[in-house]
Every structure is written in C-alpha cells, then in structure tokens.
C-alpha cells in the first residue's frame, strides 16, 4: 500500500499540531511539522512577503522526505501539519499576494484525505506567530471559502481534542479503506 497523506489545515491556534501528533502516532504514520513554526523559531518574526515562496517549497519537501521515510518504515500515513495551501492563503491575507495559491491548489491534489480543524480551541498569544483571534476567524473563512471554491473535498473537526482525534482516525481508517477498494 502507498503511504496515504493528510494534509491538516486551520487558522493558527485551533489545535493543529497536537492533533497531527495524535493521529500519527494511533494511525500510526509521521508527523511532517509546519516550516512556519520552524521559521519563526529560528528568526523571531514571521516570514516576510518575499519569503513566503521559500516557506511554501520547504513545506513540499519536508512532505517529500517524510513520505520516502513512511514508505522504507512501511508505514501508511503522512500527516502533514498545515500544508502549502496555508502558506498561500495567508501571502494572500497578511500580503495581498495571491501568487503562490494556484501552485498550492495544485499540490493539494495530492492529499488522500483534507482535515479541518474549527476554531473551538480558545486563541493564546504565542509570540511573533500569533495574529490575534479576529485574524483567526479571517484566516478561517479564507480557508473554508478556498477550500469550496475549489471543490477539495474536506472535512471539518469540531468540539475538544478527543473527539477531534476519534473523528480524524474514523475519516483516516475509512479514507484507507476507500484507497483499498478503489485499487483492487
């Protein structure tokens, strides 16, 4: 079987990471952190306008890597915590700047499955990456609004964190189960 990736999207602080962890380890699969969280820490600033393409191409090959990673372990799944559509969409909200959202269009084709995460987890600042909670809810609708101006079939996870990991494993299982009879 293939390694199966899932691409987990949603405005900052709404649980993202703690739930790709979860589900890498119960599916079980690899966990491909965001680069953001990774800039941020190294810089202590958010990404600038004309770093934002540089971001998007790391997001892709550490996605790259954890899949050849996945696929010698014999494990099925990537998690990919945020993916380059985040990246996209937020060059479009902090910089007006569309011009990386058809590149991440045409890489998120290549998820098997599309998570979601609401925005019930309450917002905390967490230095330079936090935006603040109408940012969020901004971010939010850009992504819900994308997503089905696309027609990217996605799911969105709701309420505290172990519903949202029972709901994500029961997409995941199904969405392998799909993969399965589809390739038979």
């Known amino acids: 079987m293939p390694v199966l990736v899932i691409a987990l999207l949603g405005a900052e602080c709404t649980g993202k990471s703690t739930l790709c962890r979860a589900l890498a380890q119960a599916l079980p699969g690899l966990w491909v952190p965001e680069a953001l969280r990774d800039f941020v820490?190294?810089?202590g600033r958010p990404p600038r306008s004309h770093e934002q393409p540089t971001l998007l191409a790391e997001q892709i090959a550490r996605e790259e890597a954890a899949i050849a990673r996945a696929a010698a372990?014999?494990?099925g799944w990537v998690l990919a915590d945020s993916a380059?559509?985040?990246t996209a969409l937020y060059s479009e909200q902090l910089f007006a700047d569309p011009g990386l959202t058809?590149?991440?269009?045409?890489?998120?084709q290549r998820y098997a499955l599309t998570l979601v995460t609401g925005l019930e987890v309450p917002w905390e600042p967490d230095g330079a990456q936090r935006d603040g909670p109408q940012a969020r809810a901004d971010f939010d609708a850009r992504l819900r609004c994308t997503l089905v101006r696309a027609q990217i079939p996605h799911h969105r996870l709701a309420g505290p964190p172990g519903p949202r990991l029972d709901q994500g494993l029961r997409l995941a299982r199904a969405c392998a189960e799909d993969y399965n009879r589809v390739s038979r």
Not at 102 to 108: Q, V
């Open 41 to 43: 820490s190294r810089h």
């Open 102 to 108: 058809p590149a991440a269009l045409r890489h998120h």
């Open 84 to 86: 380059p559509m985040a």
């Open 73 to 75: 372990q014999g494990l």
